[in-house]
């Protein structure tokens, strides 16, 4: 089964800040790697994804890193504001079904 | 409003009782999830049924039963309830046709055992 891991498990930054959270997975057969945005008290929201033909896509402050041969995945989130705050979930599918969770980031932005 | 909706919200119930939660999407996916999060927020995929057909069942207790009566509806029954099984449960729904991959998912419900 597909394994995702996330880091850091929390993150502090202020505002204006650039926090950077980190994916590795293992299964490189599918080619789908979302980010979800998950306030508290809410269900998960999708934020931005990539597909791995590309090495980067930028959605407004939001850009997802990708590289192929590491594995690995990233995303920034620039000029940071605390409305930001919230738990951010990579992900990585596990069939054509199935998406594998990474553990998740907290991320808090400070005023 | 075009959505994923749960209920209940909020479920409070003794150990060993037996209770469901009902997820309904409205948005013509074919494909629904259930999903429990822990209070690390790890979240873990339990049962999807794409077409009301059982296609993903992860390693869950038997004590817990999904049914899906159509595609847009998903519930989840759990017999016997254990302290463990506190959490949040939340629906997800997707279209599986034209390589849509995103997953919406409800407002989840929280579940405390006592």
């Known amino acids: 089964q597909q394994q995702v891991k996330q880091s850091p498990q929390s993150l502090i930054v202020q505002k204006g800040g650039i926090p950077i959270i980190n994916c590795a997975y293992e299964n490189t057969a599918f080619d789908y790697f979302p980010w979800y945005q998950q306030f508290p008290g809410k269900g998960p929201a999708l934020l931005i994804a990539?597909?791995?033909?590309?090495s980067e896509k930028k959605e407004g402050r939001f850009t997802i890193s990708f590289n192929k041969s590491a594995k690995q995945f990233s995303l920034h989130i620039m000029d940071s504001q605390p409305g930001d705050s919230a738990t951010y979930f990579c992900?990585?599918?596990?069939?054509?079904?199935?998406?594998?969770f990474g553990s998740g980031t907290r991320l808090l932005v400070r005023p | 409003d075009t959505a994923v909706s749960q209920t209940p919200k909020y479920l409070v119930t003794q150990m060993g009782n037996d209770k469901s939660i009902k997820c309904e999407q409205n948005l013509g996916h074919d494909t629904m999830y259930w999903y429990k999060q822990d209070s690390k927020k790890f979240l873990k995929i339990m049962f999807s049924?794409?077409?009301?057909?059982?296609?993903i069942n992860e390693t869950v207790p038997n004590r817990f039963s999904p049914k899906s009566p159509d595609k847009a509806h998903l519930n989840l029954h759990i017999n016997s309830l254990e302290l463990g099984d506190s959490a949040v449960y939340f629906c997800a729904s997707r279209r599986t046709s034209g390589g849509a991959n995103e997953q919406f998912f409800g407002p989840g419900t929280r579940l405390t055992v006592l």
């Open positions: 990539i597909r791995p033909d590309v």
């Open positions: 992900a990585a599918p596990d069939s054509s079904y199935k998406l594998i």
């Open positions: 049924y794409n077409n009301k057909e059982l296609i």
